[in-house]
């Protein structure tokens, strides 16, 4: 993406400093909306499989939705290309990808799943099984997540990612819910 259409995107974010660094924080309106219907929406159909539908936990990955992922995701994606902006060629697509990985990592699913269990007030079933789902779930989904993480990151433009990356995580929260059965 080149630098012009970075600070587009970023556009009248809020603006903080950090060692001399600027970063602009994106959190906008169609992020929030897009966040709150397709992460619930890809939960719902994992929660409507597993025989584990909750008003309480559709409520909940709305919020989570709205909130942690509509924040945290597009600003991390805009960091991936301030990140790689000085690198060409097969570096920088390796890195993005690579980048995008590394966000997506057992924590990050770990938490998902803890969403999941605190808004189906399964809170018993927070436990240590949980890191070894998450850490499951991310080893065996590594080729698909490359693919998807290399589409995502080097063949759309980073206003379309997280609307791209929350379809992606939409169909992986099913997986992810249905990797408590696998695993």
Request: charged content about 15%; hydrophobic content about 50%.
């Amino acid at each position: 993406m080149r630098n012009k259409e970075l600070r587009s995107y970023l556009g009248n974010s809020k603006k903080i400093n950090l060692k001399n660094k600027a970063i602009k924080l994106n959190y906008t309106k169609s992020n929030i909306a897009r966040g709150a219907i397709i992460y619930s929406a890809g939960d719902t159909i994992a929660a409507f499989l597993l025989d584990e539908f909750s008003m309480y936990r559709l409520l909940g990955m709305v919020l989570i939705g709205a909130t942690v992922y509509a924040f945290e995701i597009p600003n991390y994606f805009a960091w991936i290309d301030q990140k790689t902006a000085s690198y060409t060629g097969v570096k920088k697509t390796m890195a993005k990808t690579g980048l995008a990985i590394a966000y997506f990592n057992p924590i990050w699913i770990w938490r998902h799943l803890v969403f999941i269990k605190l808004f189906s007030g399964q809170f018993e079933q927070i436990n240590l099984h949980l890191w070894y789902i998450a850490g499951m779930s991310f080893l065996v989904n590594i080729p698909i997540s490359f693919i998807a993480n290399y589409g995502i990151q080097n063949k759309i433009n980073l206003r379309w990612r997280f609307l791209a990356s929350a379809l992606f995580s939409a169909l992986m929260a099913i997986y992810y819910a249905m990797s408590e059965t696998l695993f």
